[in-house]
């Protein structure tokens, strides 16, 4: 069956002139408009959907990916405020919506807020939710020391940062481990340091068994981030050149600058070095 505010691989039962009717399961056929249909499938074909409901609510298919998919958490924009809500841009054509009992605060247009998909099951209709903490440690949290996971920044705390682990569990990344500027809602990986005895999660940002950060790299990457990522330094430059922009001997430079490469955190070019994007 075909599962709402889901990526689905469906079969085309019949092609007609606004596209092709997809066997939905109990759902029926579901409609992919033609604007979103290959030139080149044929009936009895299977496609990759993203099933959700249109404008006139009615369930349909769409090739495009939304921004946020059911059980996700992400940072979304309000475009529109009216009586009953807000409505945000997820990346398809009819805007997602949060009623007023799912926003902290009053919702307003052109701000983001980090909200988890679910279906309201009072007009059974997907929506969108800024209590995010209502779909966070519902179930153990089952990882392995060192396995990578997606995260979501969520907040800055007085030990580092808050983050959504996997859309589903909340770690910490300690401020004394984080080499990187960090935003609100960035998405990026992370691998478990520890799961400690009350199940909350402490994150690294490095893969572990990588050579940690030093106080001088730190200073390498305060640098990059407030020269808008990158610094026109190598290790073939003068040593007069690196200690008159960073204070530090051309030998210091060339072993912090191995550390960071090594931690993925820049990008070594012809003449200079990259801050890697996050």
């Not at 009895?44 to 959907?49: F, K, L, M, N």
């Not at 807020?113 to 153990?140: C, G, H, M, Q, W």
């Not at 770690?171 to 809602?185: D, K, T």
């Not at 990026?188 to 790299?217: C, F, H, M, N, T």
Request: hydrophobic residues 40%; charged residues 30%; glycine residues 6%.
């Amino acid at each position: 069956m075909a599962e709402i505010g889901k990526t689905n691989n469906l079969r085309v039962v019949k092609k007609i002139s606004i596209g092709c009717y997809l066997d939905g399961g109990e759902h029926g056929e579901i409609l992919i408009p033609r604007r979103y249909v290959p030139e080149d499938i044929k009936v009895d074909e299977y496609i990759d959907v993203f099933i959700y409901f249109d404008s006139e609510d009615r369930i349909i298919a769409t090739t495009e990916e939304p921004k946020i998919k059911l059980g996700e958490i992400a940072m979304l924009k309000v475009v529109s405020v009216t009586h009953a809500g807000a409505f945000l841009d997820w990346g398809l054509p009819k805007d997602i919506f949060v009623p007023f009992k799912e926003q902290k605060q009053r919702m307003e247009v052109d701000k983001w807020y980090i909200v988890a998909l679910y279906i309201d099951y009072e007009t059974n209709r997907l929506a969108a939710s800024a209590k995010v903490d209502k779909f966070i440690d519902n179930t153990p949290p089952e990882y392995e020391v060192g396995q990578e996971v997606d995260i979501l920044i969520y907040n800055k705390t007085d030990l580092g940062y808050s983050a959504i682990v996997n859309n589903a569990h909340w770690g910490v990344i300690y401020e004394n481990e984080v080499f990187r500027h960090l935003s609100r809602g960035k998405q990026l990986k992370a691998y478990i340091k520890k799961i400690r005895d009350d199940e909350k999660i402490d994150l690294i940002l490095q893969k572990p068994g990588y050579e940690k950060v030093d106080d001088i790299s730190k200073s390498i990457l305060d640098k990059l981030e407030k020269n808008n990522g990158v610094l026109w330094l190598t290790d073939k430059s003068a040593p007069e050149e690196i200690y008159g922009l960073l204070g530090i001997s051309k030998k210091v430079f060339k072993k912090a600058i191995g550390a960071l490469y090594k931690a993925k955190l820049i990008t070594l070019e012809e003449k200079g070095i990259r801050l890697v994007e996050v």
